[in-house]
């Protein structure tokens, strides 16, 4: 066996660590006048890891490093959609934060290194594993929360995120060590295996479920752990914000499935969790697209948007049963493609000295630009989940695997809210189309934002009238890799 | 050929393709273009439907012209489409009056001229999908789909309370349907994974979840019929709507409504039909008659002509619900009948509305000295729209009574107060607005109808008539789809 073989699976994140060292050094060495290249770099090192993961792809599940890293077919599908949520975002970002002064090569060292703690926890099989990733994600999203460092809003927003997610750290970790003390092990396979066989003790096991739930509530922002939500969203530069929607929400996905499904996954545990989810997953759709309506600032109302889509998904997982993670996943990678697009036209009608965060800003939008209004008037209907856009589908899956686990009232309960939440989706749709426009500056992105942009949101529309392959996608990397 | 050459697939894709091209092409700059390539895509739409009707088999049970594709393999959902007589004369109703908008609009919109074209010709191919899916989730689809375009063309083209509409529209539609989603997953799980309308067909069902079924079912349509008493969204749609849309709404849209009755709460859980048919007749009933009298005292035109859709739809569910073929054909009649009348007369208001920009009754009278042939062919929607015999209203009406009598004769004498009620309101407002001295001046300085709004009202009244004097063509599609659909919902699906 050649020497090297033991580390294939873990390629990608080796490249992109090697990667990031090089644009931190390169950087240095740059004018701002040439801070493209920094960027270029960047976007090479994801296209690299791209191209490294999707040749190592591979149905069958690969361990490495002793069992503490796996590479399966969920891992590399959600590592890949990523990558592209990552690319471009900083395609979005990029005129938007030159206007800020944040185009350094802070920002861009910041933004691979959070994509490898996403990367590690994509793909982590074991408990140290799984921390380590959710870490190096958490603390590059503080400090590029920071980052506008003259803003008092984002200062606070940045302390906020700090202490809760500090807080929910710690709560995990508790939970962690609790699942230690219970099986003796830190590994998920062996943890299901003991679980399994019956060898811990159920009162630490629920204990410690309590805690580690609490602690992914806080990471995904679902009732009663969403407070930091909204203020992160509306004070962090909007470059940041639609990074913190997108790509972490996949590696979220992944940390909830190794954590809760493939090592607390056992029959016993399940129904204690399901239980917490229920709870958890009502209550964010309900307080999620209430509170939205109340909301004038978009991205305030938008975090709250995201609050009952995590809603959505945790109704995904809570049904237990295969179908019901593809659902959820599913569903996870359509609110990334939905979130990328919204907060891409966010940045797109910002410019220099202005934020578009205000409803009142997309006013009258068709008159300035109809194909920019058409394109958010597909993805609001997407984000309310009207046919024929994708975001209905990533709620029919999702509905139909709940109510195949016997919870037809939770079905219910689900479409009503997402009734309330079509309110506020419209209420954009009507300023847009509806109203006069009150700021008339010319939209003039550059090409590939446009491009992009333009892709991003008809592919709302193309997955929503062929929505199988994304579909069959998702439920099958989920059937051989759980 | 992708979608294989089906007639189908070129009713519903033509008018989609051809608002794609007009989106593309149409600017306001240049928007006598983008009119005619949507009068070009609004014709070959219409145009492609004809077949359908000669080439159907009027003896085959089943549906024609099917087309089966698998679409989400996952969830074992297929692009079934297919048609009996029922979708039939729907699907031609729907293309023959696309191209009346497209025409009505033509020089009364100026504004975004592209996007308003667009939209009615996207609802068109949607709507015709609604009618020739045979896959549940492809007929939710599709159903769902009318609410986009059409509420933009309320909020953009509306009057000026039409946001309050737009937004009222939606919510109360998306409101129905949701649970029907829901309904339809169930089905799914029971049905051991299948979304196709045949497999419902034979699903048996004990009477519980039938009976849930069935109410969230009818919440959808009922909105969209609309019932009372869940119409209110209707005037305020309709008034607020530009022409187009009222006509739209009245002639296809409230459709569907009626259109999922037949073809999915009746055959899916014909139990639950039987044992809630007694409650939708009283519905029904309260429509037809209390509606009516609220249609006497409307002050605004287009109002009063929503009042008159939402009790002469009652006249369809009782039909409906009364389980015989009378009544079942009648309703189906008067459905098409009411889409030509109904838009008629929408578009009637809507020649007023261009010149003197007041739907009020209290603002018109003795329009007849200065528009003669206008008077003379609203006198005729007038008069069909409070079914006269020779009229398409009469036929409709006659059917749905007498197969009323058969069910009971209380359901028959209720419902024949239609006849006076509608008599009353449509006269009356056609006496206000049409006959007497000429109110003011404004009224004395109309000009007549133009070429344009004479063809559109000239084919009207020729359907209207041609369905009057001889309705056969229409009922001769519908005998057996009516039999057979009544046949399978005779037999009970408790097993």
């Known amino acids: ?482 | 050929m992708l979608l294989g050459f089906n007639l189908l697939n070129l009713a519903i894709w033509i008018p989609i393709a051809f608002g794609v091209a007009v989106l593309v092409t149409g600017s306001d700059r240049n928007a006598r273009l983008a009119r005619v390539i949507a009068l070009i895509g609004a014709v070959l739409g219409f145009a492609v439907t004809l077949p359908l009707y000669t080439g159907y088999d009027r003896l085959a049970t089943g549906f024609q012209f099917t087309y089966f594709a698998p679409w989400i393999e996952s969830f074992n959902v297929n692009y079934h489409l297919g048609i009996d007589g029922i979708s039939l004369l729907l699907i031609l109703l729907n293309s023959f009056t696309t191209v009346l908008v497209v025409i009505a609009g033509w020089e009364v919109i100026k504004e975004r001229v592209s996007q308003y074209l667009a939209s009615f010709l996207f609802l068109s191919g949607v709507m015709n999908g609604v009618f020739s899916a045979l896959d549940a989730l492809l007929f939710y689809v599709f159903f769902e789909a009318t609410l986009i375009p059409m509420f933009i063309i309320i909020g953009v083209w509306g009057g000026p309370n039409r946001v309050y509409a737009a937004f009222k529209f939606f919510l109360y539609t998306l409101a129905g349907s949701l649970l029907t989603l829901v309904a339809l997953i169930y089905l799914y799980n029971v049905s051991d994974g299948s979304f196709s309308l045949l497999d419902y067909y034979r699903l048996p069902l004990p009477l519980a979840p039938q009976i849930m079924i069935f109410i969230a079912f009818m919440l959808a349509f009922a909105v969209k019929v609309p019932m009372w008493p869940v119409h209110t969204w209707l005037p305020d749609a309709h008034v607020e709507a530009p022409t187009g849309g009222s006509v739209v709404l009245a002639a296809i849209m409230l459709k569907l409504g009626a259109y999922g009755f037949i073809r999915i709460s009746l055959p899916i859980v014909p139990d639950a039909s039987h044992t809630l048919a007694g409650f939708v007749i009283a519905l029904s009933l309260i429509a037809v008659v209390y509606i009516g009298l609220v249609a006497l005292v409307q002050a605004d035109m287009k109002k009063l002509i929503a009042y008159s859709s939402v009790s002469h739809m009652g006249f369809v569910t009782l039909g409906i619900f009364i389980f015989n073929a009378h009544g079942l054909e009648g309703a189906i009649i008067q459905m098409i009948s009411h889409g030509f009348i109904s838009g008629a007369l929408f578009l009637c208001v809507g020649v007023l509305y261009d010149r003197i920009h007041s739907r009020q009754i209290a603002d018109y009278g003795g329009v007849v000295n200065t528009m003669p042939v206008f008077a003379a062919l609203f006198m005729l929607f007038a008069m069909a729209n409070s079914g006269l015999p020779g009229t398409s209203g009469f036929v409709g009406e006659f059917l749905v009574i007498m197969g009323a009598v058969k069910a009971n004769f209380w359901y028959a004498a209720a419902a024949a107060t239609t006849l006076v009620f509608g008599a009353a309101y449509t006269l009356w407002m056609y006496k206000r607005v049409i006959f007497g001295a000429v109110a003011n001046p404004r009224v004395g300085a109309l000009a007549d109808l133009n070429a344009r709004e004479f063809l559109v009202l000239g084919l009207l009244a020729l359907a209207v008539l041609t369905m009057g004097v001889w309705p056969n063509p229409f009922a001769e599609v519908l005998h057996t789809p009516v039999n057979e659909l009544l046949n399978h919902v005779a037999q009970s699906k408790l097993r």
């Open chain 1, 1 to 482: 066996m050649p020497y090297i073989t033991p580390l294939l699976p873990a390629y990608p994140e080796v490249f992109l660590l090697v990667m990031v060292c090089v644009i931190l050094v390169v950087d240095l060495f740059l004018s701002d006048d040439h801070r493209i290249v920094t960027y270029a770099l960047t976007q090479l090192a994801l296209a690299g890891a791209l191209v490294l993961t999707y040749v190592t792809a591979s149905a069958e599940p690969v361990t490495t490093f002793s069992g503490m890293f796996v590479d399966d077919l969920m891992s590399d599908v959600l590592k890949l959609l990523t990558y592209i949520g990552v690319a471009t975002m900083l395609v979005y970002s990029r005129a938007y934060i030159a206007a800020r002064g944040l185009y350094r090569g802070e920002f861009f060292v910041l933004v691979l290194f959070a994509t490898l703690g996403m990367m590690v926890m994509i793909s982590a099989s074991h408990l140290l594993t799984l921390y380590l990733g959710l870490e190096l994600l958490s603390l590059s999203l503080y400090s590029m929360v920071a980052l506008q460092r003259d803003s008092p809003v984002a200062t606070e927003a940045a302390m906020k995120y700090f202490v809760l997610g500090a807080l929910a750290s710690g709560m995990l970790l508790y939970g962690m060590s609790m699942l230690y003390g219970a099986t003796g092990t830190l590994g998920i396979a062996q943890l299901a295996d003991t679980i399994f066989y019956g060898g811990a003790r159920d009162v630490v096991l629920v204990f410690a479920l309590v805690f580690i739930v609490a602690g992914l509530g806080f990471k995904i922002g679902a009732v009663p752990f969403h407070m930091w939500v909204p203020d992160v969203y509306h004070g962090a530069p909007t470059a940041v914000t639609l990074f913190i929607g997108s790509a972490p929400k996949l590696a979220a996905f992944a940390f909830i499935m190794r954590l809760l499904v493939q090592g607390l996954g056992a029959e016993q545990l399940v129904g204690e969790w399901q239980q917490m989810l229920i709870v958890m997953a009502v209550l964010s759709l309900a307080i999620g697209n209430v509170t939205a309506i109340a909301q004038t600032n978009l991205k305030r109302m938008l975090a709250y948007s995201t609050i009952g889509h995590m809603g959505y998904l945790l109704l995904g997982i809570l049904s237990g049963n295969l179908t019901g993670y593809g659902a959820g996943m599913f569903y996870v990678v359509v609110y990334v493609l939905m979130n990328l697009g919204t907060f891409g036209m966010i940045l797109l009608l910002s410019r220099s000295g202005f934020e578009a965060e205000n409803l009142e800003d997309f006013k009258g939008l068709n008159q300035r630009s109809p194909w920019y209004a058409f394109l958010m008037l597909l993805l609001m209907f997407s984000m309310a989940g009207v046919p024929p856009t994708v975001g209905f589908y990533a709620k029919l899956t999702v509905l139909q695997a709940v109510i195949n686990a016997g919870y037809v009232w939770l079905a219910v309960v689900a479409v009503l809210f997402s009734l309330v939440g079509a309110f506020y989706y419209l209420r954009l749709v009507r300023l847009m189309y509806f109203d006069a426009p009150a700021d008339t500056a010319p939209i003039a992105p550059r090409g590939d934002f446009r491009i992009l942009i333009s892709l991003n949101g008809l592919a709302v529309l193309l997955f929503g009238i062929l929505p199988e392959p994304l579909l069959a996608l998702c439920l099958y990397s989920i059937q051989v890799s759980l």
